[in-house]
């Protein structure tokens, strides 16, 4: 079995026009604390994050604990936005259909499938680990929804405030071949388990 522990960013500077180098908010930088504080008596055997700056600060202080180098993967980035792509309206359109999005902007189909083949070659790397990956609200909940085609619109929104928030997911392989032989998406999620958020207010970047 491996296990994940999938780490939503902290609060970020959400005035900041430039996504991936979006920092966080001091009080952004401090919550982040409460990662390290839940971590720190786990075994993490491997830490993988987002490339963006605000996922990686969030983490970093218990990747260093660790004495772990953080892995960066630009399929775990989040959404592409386009021209007022972040607000309610928006938000149930491309829940309501997964390949929908605004010009310019990621769909959540797009999103889903960039993220879930990047966890899956981390799945297939860390066999009967314990993994950190450090994520966003829509990537994690294009990851959710793959597993449970019952996560929608609610769900994203019910932890859209949530900065940070820690989810655990723990995976098994389905495949009972040689390991080289085995397809693509030949892991199966047999446990969840939400375990700590600090809400702040989503303010639409």
């Not at 996922?55 to 386009?82: H, N, P, Q, V």
């Not at 450090?134 to 949530?162: K, M, P, Q, V």
Request: aromatic fraction near 12%; glycine fraction near 6%.
């Amino acid at each position: 079995m491996t296990r994940v522990y999938f780490v939503r960013h902290a609060q970020p500077e959400h005035e900041w026009e430039e996504d991936r180098t979006r920092p966080l908010t001091e009080e952004g930088k401090k919550d982040s604390a409460i990662v390290l504080e839940f971590l720190k008596d786990k075994k993490i055997d491997a830490f993988y994050c987002s490339p963006y700056k605000r996922s990686m600060d969030t983490i970093a202080e218990a990747a260093d604990f660790f004495t772990k180098e953080i892995i960066t993967d630009e399929r775990l980035r989040e959404r592409e936005k386009g021209l007022d792509g972040n607000n309610h309206g928006m938000f149930r359109k491309r829940w309501a259909d997964h390949n929908y999005h605004e010009e310019g902007g990621e769909s959540i189909a797009m999103v889903q499938k960039r993220n879930i083949e990047a966890l899956n070659e981390i799945l297939s790397d860390n066999t009967d680990k314990d993994i950190v990956i450090g994520t966003h609200g829509t990537a994690l909940s294009t990851i959710l929804n793959f597993y449970d085609n019952n996560f929608g619109c609610e769900d994203f929104l019910r932890i859209i405030d949530w900065m940070p928030y820690i989810i655990e997911l723990d995976f098994e392989s389905s495949c009972n071949e040689i390991e080289s032989e085995c397809p693509s998406y030949s892991f199966r999620l047999i446990g969840k388990r939400e375990h700590c958020y600090i809400e702040k207010e989503f303010k639409g970047k």
